[in-house]
């Protein structure tokens, strides 16, 4: 069964930081490509970060050079470093990937970024 869980949302001021986790069960994790998307209130989901299992990556345009993606096979783990934040960030980001024709979903973690 997969299974995926995000952790590290919460509330930062424009201009600040976060790092959020994804941690997958179920998969096999190393060959697997990772994704980050994210909903915004009254807006479709949109694509943010995608790695794939050997490291490439490729990003929305709206975060280019502020945000980076990364993942720890060993455990199993994928990273969204999130830099220079600004309100329009603020969002539910969710942790996805694609299994033989399957999309599965974390449960979302809320990121707010407002003074």
């Known amino acids: 069964q997969v299974q995926l869980a995000e952790s590290g949302g919460g509330l930062v001021q424009p201009g600040g930081s976060l790092r959020l986790s994804c941690a997958a069960s179920?998969?096999?994790?190393?060959?697997?490509?990772m994704a980050w998307y994210r909903q915004a209130p009254g807006k479709q989901r949109e694509l943010v970060a995608v790695?794939?299992?050997?490291?490439?990556?490729n990003f929305a345009d709206s975060v280019k050079g502020r945000f980076t993606i990364s993942r720890d096979n060993a455990k199993k783990t994928v990273f969204l470093q999130m830099n220079s934040l600004k309100p329009e960030d603020t969002a539910v980001y969710y942790c996805?990937?694609?299994?033989?024709?399957?999309?599965?979903w974390g449960q979302g973690t809320q990121v707010t970024v407002s003074s």
């Open positions: 179920g998969i096999l994790f190393s060959i697997n490509p």
């Open positions: 996805y990937c694609n299994v033989r024709g399957t999309n599965y």
């Open positions: 790695i794939t299992g050997g490291g490439s990556t």
